[in-house]
């Protein structure tokens, strides 16, 4: 393990990355100079790079810093939109697992209200966390934790789907209608349905034509 402050060394050459950089001075392996990295504890020129990607510059100075702190990414912080004595809610950004899956698993959205109230100055760790629900750590949305097993039970109650679903499940109000937007009743038809004798060629039907003709020669002289 290197010291506190390793380097700084000057770049001979331009072109290489800062980790192929870190690692070809320090020895130490991939896994963990994307670590320091990641956490913000190379500096170039005496600004943090967090991108392993980066590279140097002929006669740039490269140094790790390991007594560093973790930049602050906003995007990743997460932001609380209510929180009282009972809940507290976050704005889940994506990317971020609700609880902990595995062990000693950081960066979570219990570990984001953690870190918001330190930066407010409240105390972070004496207050607990307790599951209300969950969503994926590919989406993002608001995300609820009660603060008593108390303040638990009764959201559990109030929506008990919810451990079982990103969502919780919200029946939609029906759309009131107005007078005007009344539909009117549909009129039954005064009209006798069609029947099969009704029909042109049927027995019933040729019988009712020959009588109309009978009665239409008597009202016409003409036609006798």
Avoid: N
């Amino acid at each position: 393990m290197p010291a506190a402050s390793t380097g700084p060394w000057t770049a001979d050459k331009a072109g290489e990355t800062v980790t192929a950089f870190v690692k070809a001075r320090t020895g130490e392996p991939w896994s963990q100079v994307k670590r320091w990295c990641e956490r913000g504890k190379i500096f170039v020129d005496g600004a943090v790079v967090t991108d392993e990607a980066a590279r140097v510059s002929k006669g740039q100075q490269v140094e790790v810093r390991l007594g560093a702190p973790r930049p602050r990414d906003e995007k990743k912080e997460g932001t609380l939109v209510f929180d009282d004595a009972h809940v507290v809610v976050i704005d889940k950004p994506a990317g971020v697992s609700s609880v902990p899956y595995e062990d000693r698993e950081t960066g979570t959205a219990m570990d984001l209200i953690r870190g918001a109230w330190r930066r407010m100055g409240v105390p972070a760790t004496s207050v607990p966390l307790h599951v209300v629900h969950r969503i994926d750590r590919a989406t993002s949305g608001l995300l609820m934790f009660a603060k008593s097993k108390r303040a638990e039970r009764a959201l559990a109650m109030q929506a008990p789907h919810a451990r079982r679903r990103s969502a919780v499940p919200v029946r939609r109000p029906r759309a009131r209608r107005d007078a005007h937007d009344r539909i009117a009743p549909r009129r039954r038809s005064r009209r006798r349905p069609a029947r099969l004798d009704d029909l042109p060629g049927s027995r019933k039907a040729s019988g009712h034509s020959h009588s109309r003709a009978r009665a239409a020669a008597r009202r016409d002289p003409r036609a006798r």
